[in-house]
């Protein structure tokens, strides 16, 4: 692929090791989160800390309190602001959220008590978006709050299925924040997706897999024994795909 603007690539990591991994295979930014088998999850302040004290990238941490819906009360609202508050003294460039009524429509007072306490942090809306009622009213409400980024896969089950809303979605936005595609974004179709829709960086996973230690029992039903590692030849390919 010949492009004349490069393609940001933003990896999807759960360690300071695999920032350094993403960095090794090329990429430019990192998205931290913990749990990524259940969508994301927020990390721990320490793997926070030390990811942002040792990456060599600049370092979006995903803020989400529990898996499930985007419905949040009062109290899941206060610990996000809280991990906000946190985050301002770590170092981190970002910070991923989102939040919706049970209507599908963005929960403005969480949005708005969020902006007053990010400081200096980019606040990124993540997926949540895919679950709005309104799509382009909600780039609308979001863009006026000051986000810089939506993380969308085009409301579908995957970033090629939903190319046609993310190119449109691109266009309505252009100027006022960034669309940033997801969803099973691999070097094979990312070429593809990005001359469908226009988008100038893609968001990604580069899963390699730690087989289990011998005699190591699954502490639970999510538990497979093996954890995911992010493989900088999988983001070597994908730097490759886009130059």
Known sequence: ??????????????????????????????????AIEMGGLSPSPGVI?????????????????????????????????????????????????????????????????????????????????????????????LAAQGIQRVLTSGGAATAAEGAENLAAWIEAS?????????????????ADLIAGTGADQVHFRAPGVIDPLKNRLPLGTLDPGQHEVTDADLVRAMRAAVS
Request: glycine fraction near 6%; aromatic fraction near 4%.
């Open 1 to 34: 692929m010949n492009s004349s603007t490069k393609i940001l690539l933003e990896v999807c990591v759960q360690s300071p090791a695999d920032c350094a991994a993403a960095a090794l295979g090329g990429a430019d930014r990192v998205e931290l989160c913990q």
């Open 49 to 141: 800390a030390a990811s942002c004290a040792s990456s060599p990238l600049p370092v979006v941490v995903l803020v989400r309190p529990r898996p499930g819906d985007f419905v949040y009360t009062t109290a899941e609202v206060d610990a996000v602001t809280r991990d906000l508050e946190h985050l301002r003294e770590t170092g981190a460039q970002g910070a991923a959220l989102g939040a919706l009524t049970s209507d599908g429509d963005v929960d403005l007072p969480a949005i708005e008590t969020w902006v007053a306490a990010k400081g200096e942090l980019e606040l990124v809306f993540h997926r949540a978006f895919d679950s709005c009622r309104a799509p382009l009213e909600t780039i609308e409400v």
């Open 174 to 190: 252009r100027g006022r924040l960034e669309i940033l595609p997801a969803g099973t974004i691999r070097a094979e179709n990312v």
